[in-house]
Each structure stands twice: as structure tokens, then as C-alpha cells.
């Protein structure tokens, strides 16, 4: 069956510094690879969407990479502030091709000052 | 810009009553997902509707049920309310299956059973 996963641990670091969470998953071949941050008790937001064929995207401080051989996305977050602390959801869409996403049990990141 | 609303925000039942929780997508989006978010877990797929037609089903249990009005807002009734559907229940919208598969969130229900 289809499976996400991503790093359960929290994911503490010092304000300034770069922030790589990963995503594995596994009896998938999306078209598509979305991250999402969520903050507690609010719904998921939108970050980015990369395609099959990108290898890199970017937008503002983040970066996300998306490997459909190892079939792992990383993402990255440069220059951290404490405003970054979330958690990250990785997440494809479903293979009964309705546009549902099926999302990884996300990292929680911790921005220090 | 227009986001996803949800009502209510906060609801608390007893075990075997009923709960109705609705959302009202973002106006042009023709498509809904209820997704539930238990303590620590990720978000699970319960329901999703396109264009008023329920388009894909998940792990959604027989004493829920959903539907999709002439107005697109998007109503979950769940019956015999158990300890466990003790979550945060959120609605998504989508803008169209010729548009990027991304999802629109709303703030979420956080039902509470007693």
C-alpha cells in the first residue's frame, strides 16, 4: 500500500541556521509532491508543489527537492527564525487520481533564539 | 481573499448523539474534502465531493455520512457518537481538476465526546 514517512522526531535547531526535513515514501509514482506547515489546532497551509520532472523548487527561504528515483523529497528551510517552529506535513495525492492527498505523519521543527 | 469556513469551531457531544458539521469552500472551487485529525496523527481522508457528486470515499466509518448542496457547502453528519471520533475534523477545498491538486484548509471542528 502506499506510504509516507517522515521523521517522527522533533527537529530542534538554533535560529539563523538551515533546516532539512525529509520525506521517503513508497509504492507511489505521484505527479506531484506538496509540503504543507500546520500550526497547532489550525488546519494544514499550502507551501509548495513540485512536479515529477523539477528537481528543485524554490520560494523565499524554501527549498524543496523532490527525488522520484530514491523517491524521497527534502525540504529546506534557510536562515530559520523561531516564526518557523510548525509542523511540516509531506503529502501526495492518492492513486484514485480524485485529487485527495494522502499526507505523512509530519515533523515538528523547533526554532531556537 | 476568501477562505475556508467551518462551523462550528468547537462542539462537544456525549457518546451516541449527533454531531453536523459543515463547511463552505472557497467561492469556484468545486471540490470538498473532510479530512480528521486525531492527537498527534496526521490528517486521514474521510470524504470527498466534486461538483456535488461524492467523487471518493476513505476511511470513513458507515455512521457518517456526508453530502455537497446546490450551493457547494459541504455538511458531515456523524451519529452515535463514539469517544474515539474525539478529533479535529477539517474541510478542504480545491479549485479544479484542471488546476494544481492544491488544497485550501479551513481552521477545522474540534469535537469533543463525553
Known amino acids: 500500500s502506499q506510504k509516507i514517512e517522515q521523521n517522527s522526531e522533533a527537529l530542534n535547531i538554533q535560529e539563523g541556521k538551515t533546516a532539512t526535513l525529509t520525506c521517503n515514501y513508497t509504492?507511489?509514482?505521484?505527479?506531484?509532491l506538496q509540503w504543507y506547515r500546520q500550526d497547532p489546532g489550525r488546519g494544514p497551509v499550502f507551501l509548495l508543489l513540485i512536479r515529477e520532472n523539477e528537481k528543485e523548487k524554490r520560494k523565499e527561504r524554501l527549498k524543496v527537492t523532490f527525488d522520484t528515483t530514491l523517491k524521497q523529497s527534502l525540504f529546506h528551510i534557510t536562515a530559520s527564525q523561531p516564526a518557523d517552529s510548525a509542523t511540516y506535513l509531506c503529502?501526495?495525492?492518492?492513486?484514485?487520481?480524485?485529487?485527495?492527498?494522502?499526507f505523512g505523519q509530519g515533523t515538528t521543527l523547533q526554532v531556537k533564539p | 481573499a476568501a477562505g475556508v469556513i467551518q462551523s462550528p469551531r468547537h462542539l462537544i457531544k456525549e457518546k451516541r448523539e449527533t454531531a453536523t458539521l459543515k463547511c463552505y469552500p472557497i467561492p469556484r472551487h468545486d471540490t470538498v474534502y473532510w479530512y480528521q485529525q486525531g492527537p498527534g496523527q496526521d490528517p486521514q481522508f474521510l470524504i470527498s465531493f466534486y461538483e456535488k457528486m461524492q467523487s471518493d470515499k476513505g476511511s470513513i466509518p458507515d455512521r457518517f455520512s456526508a453530502q455537497q448542496f446546490s450551493d457547494y457547502h459541504s455538511e458531515l453528519n456523524m451519529s452515535s457518537l463514539e469517544l474515539g471520533d474525539s478529533a479535529l475534523y477539517f474541510c478542504?477545498?480545491?479549485?479544479?481538476?484542471?488546476?494544481?491538486?492544491?488544497?485550501?484548509f479551513g481552521p477545522g471542528t474540534r469535537l469533543t465526546v463525553t
Open positions: 509504492n507511489y509514482s505521484p505527479a506531484y
Open positions: 503529502a501526495l495525492e492518492g492513486s484514485s487520481n480524485t485529487g485527495k492527498l494522502i
Open positions: 478542504a477545498s480545491s479549485p479544479g481538476r484542471d488546476r494544481l491538486p492544491i488544497m485550501y
